[in-house]
């Protein structure tokens, strides 16, 4: 079933670059140029600008925004809105990052292998790996693990993929009426 429903999500929305096992949940606004590595998930009322690359196993919590990037405002004599825009910088996302409820992406950041994004917070810096940041802008709050040894069982856990995998949507995909 999820299958089939991965399949015409990638359809509908018109997302070459998205891998099969990616599940999107939908209403959700997602740009064509999305990139994204096996296993990921994308909660609904997602909103992801041009230029964003996921890797494998990235959680994405509902309504997460990754911006686009900003207007050129220093133009004088210019409104923001005539300005145009710099180049468009890349954002990504290493493998096994999950992104909390809400949280905002700045564009041309990186967020690092296993890193957490708590719930509403503000990423405008790039996130080290296994770090937890929250607030806004996001600050690192914790880490994912105790000990380097850790991090690097992890890394080898997810460079061979040897590891039990529990679903992510149990229910539905689509919000619930109000
Ligand atoms: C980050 C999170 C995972 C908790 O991680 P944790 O390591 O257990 O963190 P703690 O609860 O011990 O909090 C550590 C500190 O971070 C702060 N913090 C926790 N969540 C925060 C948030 N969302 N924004 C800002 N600060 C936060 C805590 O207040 C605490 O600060 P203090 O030390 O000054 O008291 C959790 O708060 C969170 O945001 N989960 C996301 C839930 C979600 O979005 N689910 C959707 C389904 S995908």
């Known amino acids: 079933m999820h299958t089939l429903y991965r399949f015409l999500v990638r359809r509908g929305l018109r997302l070459s670059a998205v891998h099969p096992t990616t599940l999107i949940g939908l209403p959700g606004t997602i740009s064509r140029d999305l990139i994204t590595g096996r296993d990921c998930f994308i909660g609904f009322n997602a909103r992801i600008g041009p230029k964003v690359q996921l890797g494998d196993y990235v959680l994405i919590g509902p309504g997460v925004l990754f911006t686009g990037d900003d207007h050129n405002f220093r133009t004088v004599g210019t409104p923001v809105i005539f300005s145009g825009r710099p180049p468009l910088r890349p954002t990504v996302v290493d493998d096994d990052v999950w992104i909390g409820a809400r949280a905002i992406i700045l564009s041309g950041t990186r967020i690092g292998m296993g890193a957490i994004v708590a719930a509403g917070s503000l990423v405008n810096k790039d996130v080290p790996d296994?770090?937890?940041?929250?607030?806004?802008?996001?600050?690192?709050i914790g880490r994912r693990f105790e000990s380097e040894a850790d991090q690097d069982a992890h890394r080898a856990a997810l460079a061979t993929g040897d590891f039990e995998r529990r679903r992510v949507a149990r229910k539905k995909l689509a919000p619930s009426a109000p």
């Open 130 to 140: 296994f770090a937890i940041v929250g607030g806004v802008p996001a600050k690192v």
